[in-house]
C-alpha cells in the first residue's frame, strides 16, 4: 500500500495535477471501498476477456484522476518485476497441452492462461489502487481509514512509513556517501560483507533516535496517543452516483463470467 501511495504521489507530483480531478470529487472512503470492492471482483474473475475489460476500467479510472499515462505505466512495469519470474515459470509447471519444449520443459497452453490471468489481474488491481486511492494525500487516508473503522494502530504505521520512507532513504544515501568517502568498494569478500553489515546497524540506530525524536516532538505538540479526526469528510450526491455505477459495472463483470 504504501508503495502505490508513494507512486501515485510522485506521479502528481510530476505533473502538479493533483486537484481538480472527478476523482478528487469522490470522498475518500467511497474510493477506499471501491478499491476493495474492484480488487475483490477482479482476483475473483477467471474469463481472460472479463479480466481486460476491468484493466480498461483500471486505465479509465486512470485517466480521470490524471495520472501521466506513460511515467504511471512505467511504475506499474516496475511493479511487475516482482511478479515476472512466477509468470514466466507458470506454462512450465502447470499441466496440460504443451506449446513448445525448452531443454525438455513442456510449456502448457493451460500455464499460459494462468499467467495471463495473474498478470491481468494484478495490473488492474495496481491501476485501480494507484488512481482511486495513490493520488490521495497520506493524512486525508489515514483519517478515511480511521471513520471506516481500521485500527489506529495500522493507520499510524502507514502514515509515518508513507512520511519517512524518503527521509530513511537520504539517511541511507548519506551513509553509502560517507562510505564511497573512506574508499570503501564493494566487492565478493569478507570485508565487503562486514561493511554492510555495519551499514544496516547504522541504519537500524538512526532509524530509532529518529523515531525517539519523532514521538518527543509529538509529545511537545500535545499528541495523547489519539488522532483528531477531520470534520471536511462528508458523502455527496457525487458519491452515490460514482458508487452506483462501479456497483452496477462490478454486477456487470460477475454476470459475464458467469455466463462464460
Known amino acids: 500500500m504504501s ?13 502538479g495535477e ?39 476500467a483500471a486505465f479509465f479510472l486512470m485517466l480521470s484522476a490524471r495520472l501521466p499515462v506513460a511515467r ?4 506499474m512495469a516496475m511493479m511487475d518485476s516482482f511478479i515476472i519470474f512466477l509468470i514466466a515459470m507458470l506454462p512450465f509447471t502447470v499441466p496440460g497441452d504443451a506449446m513448445f519444449t525448452v531443454f525438455g520443459f513442456a510449456a502448457s497452453w493451460q500455464g499460459l492462461r494462468q499467467a495471463a490471468e495473474i498478470a491481468l489481474t494484478a495490473n488492474a ?18 483519517h478515511a481509514l480511521r471513520r471506516l473503522m481500521v485500527p489506529e494502530k495500522l493507520i499510524y504505521l502507514l502514515m509515518f512509513t508513507v512520511r519517512y520512507v524518503d527521509v530513511l532513504q537520504q539517511e541511507y544515501q548519506r ?3 560517507a562510505m564511497k568517502a573512506r574508499g570503501f568498494r564493494p566487492s565478493n569478500n ?32 500535545g499528541f495523547t496517543g489519539r488522532m483528531p479526526l477531520f470534520d471536511t469528510l462528508a458523502f455527496t450526491y457525487r458519491d452515490v452516483v460514482f458508487a452506483t455505477g462501479v456497483t452496477v459495472f462490478l454486477a456487470c463483470l460477475i454476470g459475464a463470467q458467469a455466463m462464460r
Open 125 to 142: 488491481v495496481i491501476l485501480a489502487l494507484m488512481a482511486l486511492v495513490g493520488s490521495t494525500e497520506p493524512v486525508t487516508l489515514g
Open 190 to 221: 569478507r570485508h565487503t560483507y562486514r561493511s554492510v553489515g555495519y551499514l544496516v546497524g547504522m541504519m537500524l540506530v538512526r532509524a530509532i533516535e529518529r523515531s525517539e525524536r519523532i514521538l518527543g516532538a509529538m509529545k511537545c505538540r
Open 18 to 56: 493533483a486537484r481538480g480531478t472527478l476523482i478528487d470529487g469522490i470522498d475518500v472512503r467511497t474510493r477506499i471501498v471501491v478499491a476493495v470492492a474492484f480488487a475483490i471482483v477482479m482476483v475473483s474473475l477467471q474469463d481472460l476477456a472479463v479480466l481486460t475489460t476491468g484493466l480498461l
Open 3 to 15: 508503495h502505490v501511495l508513494s507512486a501515485g504521489r510522485r506521479a502528481l507530483t510530476d505533473t
Open 72 to 75: 504511471t505505466l512505467k511504475r
Open 175 to 177: 551513509l553509502r556517501m
